[in-house]
Nanobody, 120 residues
């Protein structure tokens, strides 16, 4: 069983920065794509950014130029660097990893979420 543990959320002033991390542990066979999503109160969960095994990144238009996604060499941890934060970035942020189990069957695994609040 694989666990995703997120950290780095908190309260930040508008214009500030935060760095979220998400580490996978447990019976890891293969991790494919990693991604971040967020969900604001009363809204649906939305895509934020993703990174492929080859290191190709993609970010949503709403955060382009402000947020960046990266991963470590072991590919078990994914980060989300968030700069120039705005009040509308306030949400619970979730990491998601596309995994392959011991039978090479793909499945999505989600973190528990970390709260990011941007407010003065």
């Amino acid at each position: 069983q694989v666990q995703l543990v997120e950290s780095g959320g908190g309260l930040v002033l508008p214009g500030g920065s935060l760095r979220l991390s998400c580490a996978a542990s447990g019976s890891i066979f293969n991790i494919d794509h990693m991604a971040w999503y967020r969900q604001a109160p009363g809204k649906q969960r939305e895509y934020v950014a993703a990174i492929s095994p080859a290191g190709t990144t993609n970010v949503a238009d709403s955060v382009k130029g402000r947020f960046a996604i990266s991963t470590d060499n072991a590919k078990n941890t994914v980060w989300l660097q968030m700069n120039s934060l705005k009040p509308e970035d306030t949400a619970v942020y979730y990491c998601k990893m596309l995994m392959y189990d011991h039978k090479n069957i793909p499945y999505d695994d989600w973190g528990q979420g970390t709260q990011v609040t941007v407010s003065s």
